[in-house]
């Protein structure tokens, strides 16, 4: 199980009824009590094997937001030579990777608040995390990805749509493993116009199932 988090902030807590939801941090921190029965749970060898074939370059340096416990992406990079670097915001989540991926650099931080040089990347993986984060912060981010990013790179994210939320725009909490969690997207067309006013191509947009749930699958490339 890859699942990234981000504490949404000023929704620390958020009230539905008599419920109160936690934290991500606190959902994610949670997860990683029973991350190695789930580790099997997302199979996602097929669009990490087309993403990796897709790049310019066969060795270089990933950014993985949201990067988990660093399995698969993380791991599959370090196995072909790469050298990574992995964000997240749940410091057990980060203890698991020192586990399972002892040769990532791994930072502790909300993806809107790190700051990397430019051009420092070959690849950035965002993988079930940006929809984590309030569709308002999204088109600063792609910003951030695009700078960070050497020319002729690639960026992988997940996003939620109507066939994961049932709605064309959602803001609010699904329930995932037992959890209400977080999650916010725009429709489909509107995040085409945000990539492509950031200055990217976009490469491919699949709908792809993976342990059951749906999403949206985007590469994004910056011009060379």
Request: hydrophobic share 40%; charged share 25%; with cysteine.
């Amino acid at each position: 199980m890859t699942r990234a988090l981000y504490l949404i902030k000023q929704k620390k807590y958020s009230r539905k009824g008599n419920t109160v939801k936690n934290t991500l941090q606190e959902i994610y921190d949670q997860f990683a009590a029973t991350y190695d029965q789930s580790r099997g749970l997302f199979d996602m060898s097929e669009v990490l094997n087309s993403f990796y074939r897709a790049l310019s370059v066969k060795k270089g340096r990933l950014l993985d937001m949201g990067c988990g416990a660093g399995e698969p992406f993380a791991r599959f990079f370090i196995d072909h030579g790469w050298a990574v670097t992995g964000v997240d915001f749940s410091q057990q989540m980060l203890e698991l990777a020192a586990k399972y991926v002892p040769e990532m650099q791994t930072i502790r931080a909300d993806m809107r608040e790190v700051e990397f040089a430019p051009d420092k990347f070959e690849a950035i993986t965002a993988i079930y995390s940006l929809f984590h984060i309030p569709i308002n912060d999204h088109a600063a981010l792609f910003a951030k990805f695009y700078r960070w990013l050497c020319p002729q790179g690639k960026v992988l994210f997940t996003y939620a749509t109507k066939e994961y939320t049932g709605s064309d725009e959602f803001d609010g909490y699904k329930e995932f493993m037992g959890q209400e969690l977080y999650y916010s997207h725009k429709r489909p067309a509107a995040l085409w116009d945000d990539l492509k006013d950031t200055g990217f191509n976009i490469e491919s947009r699949d709908y792809r199932k993976i342990g059951g749930e749906t999403f949206l699958w985007v590469t994004v490339s910056k011009p060379g």
